[in-house]
C-alpha cells in the first residue's frame, strides 16, 4: 500500500456536469499530481500542487482545475464534462516534484 | 515524435526466462528515469528509479544511456506474476516548474507457464 487514497473508487455522470476527485497523500509527502488514464494509453500529467499552488500543469483545458489543501490533500474539478474525460484519473504524491512518485488506486470516472 | 516510446508487445514468455525491454525519450533535458509496473485496471506502482550507473534490485536490471536517450529493464527467471504492463516513465522537471511524470504507452508482458 502506498499511503495515497482516492475518493470515490468509481463514478458515473452526465455529459455537461461538474465532477470533483479526492485524493490524500501519502504522510510526509507534499507534491500532489494528477493524471487521467484512457483505456489503452500511459496516464497523461493534468496539473501539479506544491504548497497550495499549482506548479505545473499538462496539455489540459482550463475546465480542469484543481486545489491542495494545507494537509496536502487534494482535489480534482472537472466542469462541464464531455464523453472524452471518460477515463482513469489517478493521484500521485511524492516528497518533491523529481522524486518518485505514488499512485493512489485511481477514481474510474465514466461520462454518458 | 512521441516524448517516450515503447514496444507495446505483447512479449509472450515461457516462465524462467530473461526478458529485456526498451524504451527511447526524446527530451534531453530529462532530469529522473523510472520503471513502473501497471496490473490490468490498478494504479501504476513503481519498480525502480533508473540510474546512469545502472541498478538491480533482484531479479530486475535497470540501465539509463544519456547519450543514446535509451532506457531498459532486464528481468531474470520470469515468474508467472510478472505478468503486467511495464510503464517507461521520464521526469523533466526544468526547475521553472513542473512537468509532470511523461510515461510511455506501456509493453504488455506475458509470463507462460
Known amino acids: 500500500e502506498t499511503g495515497v487514497t482516492q475518493s470515490p473508487t468509481h463514478l458515473i455522470k452526465t455529459r455537461g456536469q461538474q465532477v470533483t476527485l479526492r485524493c490524500s497523500s501519502q504522510?510526509?509527502?507534499?507534491?500532489v499530481s494528477w493524471y487521467q488514464q484512457a483505456l489503452g494509453q500511459g496516464p497523461q500529467f493534468i496539473f501539479q500542487y506544491y504548497r497550495e499552488e499549482e506548479n505545473g500543469r499538462g496539455n489540459f483545458p482550463p475546465r480542469f482545475s484543481g486545489l491542495q489543501f494545507p494537509n496536502y490533500s487534494s482535489e480534482l474539478n472537472v466542469n462541464a464534462l464531455e464523453l472524452d474525460d471518460s477515463a482513469l484519473y489517478l493521484c500521485?504524491?511524492?516528497?518533491?516534484?523529481?522524486?518518485?512518485?505514488?499512485f493512489g488506486q485511481g477514481t474510474r470516472l465514466t461520462v454518458v | 515524435r512521441k516524448e517516450v516510446e515503447q514496444d507495446p508487445g505483447p512479449f509472450n514468455v515461457p516462465e524462467g526466462a530473461t526478458v529485456a525491454f526498451n524504451c527511447t525519450y526524446s527530451?534531453?533535458?530529462?532530469?529522473?528515469f523510472f520503471w513502473y509496473r501497471q496490473d490490468c485496471r490498478k494504479e501504476p506502482k513503481l519498480l525502480m528509479s533508473v540510474y546512469s550507473s545502472g541498478n538491480e534490485d533482484g531479479r530486475f536490471t535497470a540501465q539509463l544511456n544519456r547519450a543514446s536517450q535509451y532506457i531498459s529493464l532486464l528481468i531474470r527467471d520470469s515468474k508467472l506474476s510478472d505478468s503486467a504492463t511495464y510503464l517507461c516513465v521520464v521526469n523533466l522537471y526544468s526547475g521553472g516548474g513542473a512537468d509532470g511524470l511523461t510515461f510511455g504507452k506501456g509493453t504488455h508482458l506475458i509470463i507462460q507457464p
Open positions: 527530451n534531453s533535458a530529462s532530469q529522473s
Open positions: 504522510s510526509g509527502h507534499n507534491t
Open positions: 500521485a504524491s511524492s516528497r518533491t516534484g523529481w522524486t518518485e512518485a505514488f
